[in-house]
């Protein structure tokens, strides 16, 4: 997983926000190339995500590492997401992947106890929430884990921006 996240960094540019706020995770942006501003938030429970999007501040670069699947209110989370990401600006994520077959089924029973404990819920279908939120999947990556946890076998990365819409937002053309 280190090595995925190391990779993310070549991704990332302009001003960023982290919704996972590890030390290791600034120590990365500061290392980046082309990030000019990193803001490191200490998960998507920080209230200062919120706090951006009513500030109208904007971000070339949003990266969430495990941290959609921990949000308490995924939708507010990916409206809050949305408002900050500037117009052209892309979600660069790393979450577990909703799995089938008997990984799927672990998965599953496994998440109710895992919910209470720590909030978090590996069985949610990432990608499938960013795009009914508004957001265009346009890059994805499954990865194995190695790991004797079955549930979290499968890693998604991948990159999102803002859906256009229906005819890239042109009226249509008049016939000749």
């Not at 699947?69 to 990401?85: I, K």
């Amino acid at each position: 997983m280190r090595a995925r996240r190391r990779a993310l960094t070549r991704h990332g540019r302009g001003r960023l926000l982290d919704l996972g706020g590890a030390d290791m995770h600034r120590t990365l942006w500061a290392r980046a190339d082309d990030v000019s501003d990193a803001t490191v938030l200490d998960g998507v429970g920080d209230p200062r995500l919120t706090a951006l999007a009513d500030a109208g501040e904007r971000f070339d670069t949003v990266v969430s590492v495990f941290q959609l699947a921990a949000s308490a209110d995924l939708g507010e989370t990916l409206r809050s997401l949305r408002q900050v990401l500037a117009d052209d600006g892309r979600v660069l994520f790393i979450e577990p992947g909703s799995q089938v077959g008997l990984p799927g089924r672990i998965q599953r029973l496994v998440t109710p106890p895992l919910h209470g404990l720590t909030g978090w819920r590996p069985d949610r279908d990432i990608p499938a929430e960013l795009r009914i939120s508004g957001l265009s999947v346009i890059d994805i990556r499954r990865h194995r884990v190695p790991t004797l946890q079955l549930w979290l076998r499968q890693v998604l990365e991948g990159v999102a921006h803002h859906a256009l819409p229906p005819g890239d937002g042109r009226a249509p053309a008049e016939p000749a």
